[in-house]
């Protein structure tokens, strides 16, 4: 592989806003066919942007955590939909970049390769020679539509007659899709189920997950790379996080777009910019958008000092990226409620994307990571001393 040319922070960002107007203009196609639109897909693959968590030697930019945040919450201001299937696809390439080389060099031999991944272990692994015998069923596989790599949580027998859950890095050709994406919200996404029946996976496809989420990357092939310097869980609760932020300010950007022209309707306003009660919501609005960012910045920071200095992650700032997502989660939400609300009957319209971003919105809200009452709940056993009742952190 020749040497790689690392696109800057700022580089990135900018093509992220640049495909903003590519990614508003085909939400409402994605969102019909229940998957990304063909152009969305094209830009996003020709965009560069999929390679920041593919490693250097594969032609990869490793960025590091706040980069990534950036970039996904400028895309999610373009459509929710397309940002947050990026979102999987970056965590799913950071995730088998700690595979084998072999490994590896398979799948990044093209390094805008599209993986998706699952984290909940709703398979089985059971040895035979070789590898393993997969069977399972995973739902909300966002992103599988379009991708070439399943990367997906499993279970296997231990010694001990208990089961250790796993990651399986499976050919999406060797999976079955079931097209049962019929959702409210994220509906661009395409994340429907996909089945393994009877599928033998190799030996060196087969990642332990526990020190995955531990940070211990056991295989990792790249030990001087800061970005997988962190356990699993606060890189994943920042990337999903930022999809939230900005949805938050895509919203503001919505409603600030339609606000010119607008009147309140049986009321004397002629203007609704005019009137105080906009004024009130979109100030108080601005504060939760500002604040689902301070949250996803925060964390992000904190991982990638710890990448540069090396420093051991204690329990407590592990509980503390998913109280982040929790709150970036709860703001966003807020914010949207207060743009949706004031947006009036006509922004019902199917072509007003407010509604499609409150939808997507809360779609993410009631996500089982992101939940922000699930969230607080770990958070604050934990901080009163409690253990935590969660092997995700």
Known sequence: MDAVTVLSRNELVKRAAELGPVLRENAQSSEEQRRLNAETLESLSGSGLLRMR??????????????????????ARGDGSAAWTASVWLISSWMVGLFPD??????????????????????????????????GKWAFNTGC???????????RPAPDGQFEPVMVLIPMSELHIVDD??????????????????????????????????????LQQDPSAPM???????????????????LAQGARDAFMARLPGRKITYTDYAEQ???????????????????????????ADLIDDKAVTGQAWSLEERGRARLDLGAACLRAKEAVDVFAGASGGSSLR????????????RALHLHAIMHPNTNFELYGRMACGLAPNTQYL
């Open 102 to 135: 072999p490994v590896r060099e398979e799948v990044f031999a093209d390094p805008d390769v599209r993986i998706s991944g699952i984290l909940s272990p709703t398979a089985m692994a059971v040895p035979v020679e070789g590898g393993y015998r997969v069977n």
């Open 145 to 155: 539509l379009h991708s070439s790599w399943n990367v997906n949580a499993a279970v």
């Open 181 to 218: 994406w019929h959702t409210a919200g994220m509906r661009g996404s395409g994340s429907v189920s996909t089945v393994a029946e009877e599928v033998f996976v190799p030996e060196e496809r087969l990642l332990p997950m526990g020190p995955v989420i531990g940070g211990a990357h056991p």
């Open 54 to 75: 593919v490693p250097h030697r594969f032609g990869g930019f490793e960025s590091d955590a706040r980069t990534v945040a950036d970039v996904l919450a400028e895309l």
């Open 273 to 299: 910019e005019a009137a105080p009660v906009t004024h009130l919501q979109v100030a108080d609005a601005t504060v939760r958008v500002d604040e689902a960012a301070f949250h996803v910045a925060r964390m």
């Open 350 to 361: 199917l072509d007003v994307p407010i509604q499609r971003i409150e939808r997507d919105i």
């Open 228 to 246: 997988w310097r962190a356990p699993f869980m606060p890189i994943a609760c920042t990337t999903v996080g930022a999809v939230a932020s900005g």
